[in-house]
C-alpha cells in the first residue's frame, strides 16, 4: 500500500486494487458513515468506487481507474475536462435523491475530485462524497469554478466549457456564485478551527476567502 496522490484532509493508501481512506478531523466518523452510505447506494448508477469495507475510522473502496482531472487540465486538456465535469454535474444533481428543490450536492466538486479516461475523457470515477447532502446546486457550481480560478487560474477561459455542459440556463449570475464561494471558504475556516484552533488551516482559509471577495466575473 503506498499513499495517493492529491489528498489533503485524510490519510488515504491503495495497492492498485483496493484503497484505505482514513478519516481525520472533526467529525470523522459521521463522515465516514455519510460517505459509506452514499457510494453504497449510488453505486451502478454513477461512477463511484464501490465499497468493501468499513472499520472504525477507515473505509475500504475498490480501486478505479483513471487520470486526476487536475492532472489532465495542467495538461493542457482544460476545456475536454470541465465539460466532464459539468454533465457529469448535471447527472448528480438530477438523482432521485433530490427532494423539495433541494438536490444531491457533493460538497467539494471539482476536477480534484475526479477521475478520467485520458483519450475519451469520459468520468470514471467521483471520489470524496464525505461532504455530501442535500442543498443548492449552486453550492456545487461555484465550488467547481472556485477550484479552477484559485489553483488552475490560467485556465479561467475554460469554465465555459463547464457551464454550457451543466446547462447555461441553470447557471446562477456571478454574485450569487460568489456568495456560495465565500460561505464554503467560511465553512472550511469553521472545520479547521475546530481541528486546530486558530492553527494555519484557519489563516489558510481567511486568505483564501480574502483573495475570492476580490474576484470579479
Not at 484532509?9 to 478531523?25: C, L, M, S
Not at 470523522?28 to 457510494?39: F, I, K, P, V, Y
Request: with cysteine.
Amino acid at each position: 500500500m503506498r499513499p495517493l496522490k492529491h489528498g489533503y484532509t485524510n490519510r488515504t493508501i491503495g495497492d492498485g486494487a483496493v484503497v484505505r481512506k482514513t478519516y481525520a478531523g472533526p467529525d470523522a466518523e459521521l463522515r465516514l458513515d455519510r460517505e459509506r452510505t452514499l457510494l453504497t447506494r449510488l453505486h451502478g448508477r454513477l461512477p463511484v468506487p464501490p465499497v468493501h469495507e468499513a472499520d472504525t475510522g477507515t473505509l475500504t473502496l475498490g480501486f478505479m481507474t483513471g487520470v486526476p482531472g487536475q492532472e489532465l487540465l495542467d495538461a493542457g486538456r482544460a476545456a475536454e475536462v470541465l465539460e466532464a465535469c459539468g454533465a457529469l454535474l448535471r447527472r448528480i444533481h438530477g438523482t432521485d435523491a433530490s427532494v423539495r428543490g433541494a438536490v444531491l450536492v457533493h460538497g467539494d466538486y471539482g476536477p480534484n475530485n475526479l477521475l478520467l479516461d485520458p483519450v475519451t475523457f469520459r468520468v470514471t470515477a467521483v471520489v470524496d462524497w464525505e461532504f455530501a447532502h442535500l442543498g443548492d446546486p449552486v453550492e456545487d457550481l461555484a465550488w467547481c469554478e472556485w477550484i479552477v480560478r484559485m489553483h488552475h487560474p490560467e485556465h479561467r477561459h475554460a469554465l465555459d466549457a463547464f457551464f454550457r455542459a451543466y446547462g447555461e440556463d441553470a447557471v446562477p449570475p456571478w454574485p450569487v456564485r460568489q456568495a456560495a464561494m465565500l460561505a464554503k471558504c467560511e465553512s472550511l475556516r469553521e472545520f479547521c478551527h475546530r481541528w486546530e484552533p486558530n492553527g494555519a488551516g484557519v489563516t489558510l482559509w481567511r486568505e483564501r476567502a480574502a483573495a475570492t471577495a476580490g474576484w470579479q466575473e
